[in-house]
């Protein structure tokens, strides 16, 4: 089993910065996808970004793509998202999430294990 943390949400204003981090623990996530998702009130579930379990490629939404960044460091056994130029719109609860895929995959079902959650509000 993988247990994930979420840390780092909280409340900005627009065109504001938040980084956010996923620590991993029970088992290492170093050979798992990891990534970032988000649902807002009355809304389903959306992908955010994804990295493979390398490094090597990661994935973005469309509606973050060159505002946010995902890396991972497996020697500490964290994820983060770097979030800037950020928007009322990526006002959410956001995800971290793990799976054995192995391309980044932008699929819910392609994780397994998920953390709690951490809250990002976005003031206009």
């Known amino acids: 089993q993988v247990q994930l943390v979420e840390s780092g949400g909280g409340l900005v204003q627009a065109g504001g910065s938040l980084r956010l981090s996923c620590a991993a623990s029970g088992r290492t996530v170093s050979s798992y996808d990891m990534g970032w998702f988000r649902q807002a009130p009355g809304k389903e579930r959306e992908f955010v970004a994804a990295i493979s379990w390398s490094g090597g490629s990661t994935r973005y939404a469309d509606s973050v793509k060159g505002r946010f960044s995902i890396s991972r460091d497996n020697a500490k056994n964290t994820v983060s998202l770097q979030m800037n130029s950020l928007k009322p719109e990526d006002t959410a609860v956001y995800y971290c999430?793990?799976?054995?895929?192995?391309?980044?995959?932008?699929?819910?079902?392609?994780?397994?294990?998920w953390g709690q959650g951490t809250q990002v509000t976005v003031s206009s």
């Open positions: 999430a793990a799976g054995p895929g192995g391309w980044a995959s932008g699929l819910i079902r392609a994780y397994d294990f």
